[in-house]
């Protein structure tokens, strides 16, 4: 029963992505039709709700807390910026549709000045080696939530979504590091 769940949540993740990319898809396109501005706000409209409800075909929490926050929260906002202009989807000349995609709905930045490489903003592996402990800390005590009490459950969920969503940002900045170096 728990694996035919997980492959319908699979092919659920899998259309929810496909979905998104022929957005994005739609939304570059358009953006050769339109003119900046209000006209294309209302053109890119449609996408952006639709982002707020493709996340809510997932059930678990693994695949549907990053998707949403990818989707719902990353792509909307730098969506509604493109729509007007701004952004770093909005440049002269136009992104190709390969850069235009992971920069939508990824949390990365695309810097003119590759040889500049910072360290800025990076934590150490020490930081996340320790946010891992504590999220593998708290994972089992979803197998026993009945016999916690409703707010330590809820605060422990607030930790547990905090700790996943780093641990996944730092792995999606590393490998867009790693296959902006390849190229």
């Known amino acids: 029963m728990v694996i035919m769940k997980m492959e319908g949540e699979m092919s659920n993740f899998a259309m929810v992505w496909i979905t998104v990319v022929a957005s994005l898809w739609y939304c570059h396109a358009i953006a050769k039709i339109t003119k900046q501005g ?51 989807l909005s440049s002269d000349p136009p992104l190709p549709l390969s850069r235009f995609v992971p920069l939508a709905c990824l949390p990365i930045k695309i810097q003119e000045n590759a040889g500049q490489n910072s360290k800025k903003g990076q934590k150490s592996p020490l930081n996340y080696a320790t946010k891992a402990l504590i999220f593998a800390t708290i994972l089992p005590v979803y197998q026993n939530k009945s016999s916690i009490h409703p707010k330590l459950f809820l605060f422990l969920f607030g930790v547990y979504t905090y700790t996943a969503l780093e641990i996944i940002l730092a792995t ?12």
């Open 172 to 183: 999606v900045a590393v490998a867009w590091r790693r296959a902006r170096a390849a190229v």
């Open 38 to 88: 209000p006209k294309r706000f209302v053109v890119i409209l449609p996408v952006t709700l639709l982002f707020f409800v493709l996340p809510l075909n997932l059930s678990t929490i693994c695949l549907g807390g990053p998707t949403s926050f990818f989707i719902a929260w990353l792509a909307t906002f730098k969506l509604i910026l493109f729509s007007f202009g701004k952004g770093p």
